[in-house]
């Protein structure tokens, strides 16, 4: 009553319960390429250290490209009896290429198998990561380059806090997806070793060049250790804290074009390409893509603490909970590519209400730290006190209901202001008095520009 490969020591069949609760085929055919990319390379290696011979290594690798034709033209039959992706190919394998298909399996074990495809697919995604990124930190280059001039103001507590440009407020983004894409770099590296040849934990007893089946498939080495090579999920843990990350930061993102596309704000306008309507205020133009950006990251996080639950206090080597590893991955990635294509898409049409930015600079006096600069600089007030005198100030601009760039008779206000203050009382000034490093001025932004530039070529 042999119903599956491994039936040979039981005596019953399979419950069908049991045959859909165990398959993890309907959402790891998602691997399908990775399997068979996997099967190929240890067919070879099979051949090449005399296991198998040129003649079967060849049928096989026929066989597999078959197998993988099928897929792709939607002619297989996926069938919960296979369990998983692997098994499916196998059996098809032999289906076509008969009892030399049950040779692929020599000196290695669905153990190893399913960390080798799961590694070669989140090295996959990694790197597609990486090239959104690359595109999405481009078109926010572009933004910056045509708004080193567009004042707004910047928030701190989201109150009014100093002028800045809209470039080195966009910027600000630029440099945290160059970030994501160094700790993609980072995780790439760390899962640059392959775990196919450990067999189930242990090795195994034939003379395998593990080596050459990390090398044809693109590893920098093997994992040193069998046991630990079919145990390891950190590369998928990785990945998943990577896209928590990201979307960590286009959730903040989101959230600010959110609010700056509100009436209240009406700094910034996304295009209706990417808005959405009412199905009852006819007047409404809603930022669904963003909040859905937003809403995606609860999902990343989730995903994140599921693998990390299921990985907790394992013990070693494979267990069956590791079957859960995959659709958590799958989910992020689906969902982070889609969140920046779109992202990128919307961003390139986005335009910006110049005039209500600099009117809003116009409020929450904005200038009062240049004041107390000039008080300590041209003065040489202690700025503890010079901090206190512009305080003074505010409160008296508040009591004439204007703002600080309103004010016309600043000493008679205050004596110590002469009319050098005065002039600083200007946008513009204040953005490029700024002279540290990585500030909002014009010259400033420029070099973040040439900054992430080269980064983008490294
Ligand atoms: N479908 C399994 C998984 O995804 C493959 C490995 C199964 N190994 C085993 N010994 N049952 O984890």
Redesign the pocket.
Known sequence: MKNQTWSGRFKLQSSELLKEFNA?LPF?KELYKEDIQGSIAHATMLSKCGILTKAECDTLIKGLEAVQDEIEEGKFDFDLKD??I?MAVERRLSELVGEVGGKLHTARS??DQ?ATDFKLYTRKHNLILQDLLKELISTLINLAKSHKNTVMPSFTHLQHAQPISFAFYILTYAFMFARDIKRLRSSYELADFSPLGACACAGTSYKTDRKFTAKLLGFADTMPNAMDAVSDRDFALDLLYDISVIFTHTSRLCEELILFSSSEFGFVSISDAYSTGSSIMPQKKNPDVCELIRGKTGRAYGNLMSLLSTMKALPLA?N?D??ED?ECVFDSVKNATQSLVILNEMLKELTLNEKTMRKACEKGHLLATDLADFLVREKGVPFRKAHFIVGKVVAKADEMGLDLSEITNLQEIEPLFDENAQRLLNLEASLNSKQSEGSSSVESVEKQIQNLESFLRS
């Open positions: 993890s790891d369990e998983d692997h669905r153990n399913v494979y069956k590791m079957q995959k």
